[in-house]
């Protein structure tokens, strides 16, 4: 997957290249820490019938782009729906931003680190949730 995430000092950074910033149209998302109102780590159930396609790819082994889900505004991007960071955002142009992550605890601790007031939610997504 050609995509990165930074953990700065203010804003989480994710950076996307290749075929994904082509299927997404995007480069880079900016994300503040003072938008992040809940962060879960875990499981993320894609709903094939409940989500609309804006732009991007999805398979049963990969989703990547902007989807319309329930109402809210997504941006997803990941392969293995087991190891993803799940940001609930407020006031930003997604309302959730679904990522995978090679060590997304390590990345989660830095965002702590950054922003102390952001909400952890230990316990991954369960299917039944969205």
């Known amino acids: 997957m050609s995509f990165q995430v930074v953990a700065g000092d203010r804003e989480l950074r994710l950076n996307i290249s290749g075929w994904t910033a082509a299927l997404t149209l995007r480069k880079e998302i900016k994300i503040p820490y003072t938008s992040i ?50 940001l609930q955002l407020k006031c930003c142009e997604f309302d959730h931003v679904v990522f ?14 950054n922003c102390p007031s952001i909400n952890l939610r230990e316990n991954a997504q369960r299917e039944d949730e969205i």
Do not use: C
Request: proline share 3%; aromatic share 14%.
């Open 37 to 86: 109102e809940e962060i879960r780590v875990g499981k993320f159930h894609f709903p094939w019938t409940a989500a609309i396609k804006k732009t991007g790819i999805t398979t049963f082994g990969y989703k990547a782009g902007i989807f319309m889900i329930e109402d809210k505004k997504y941006f997803l991007a990941y392969h293995n729906q087991n190891e993803v960071v799940i």
């Open 100 to 113: 995978e992550s090679e060590n997304p605890r390590q990345l989660v601790h830095e965002m702590m680190r």
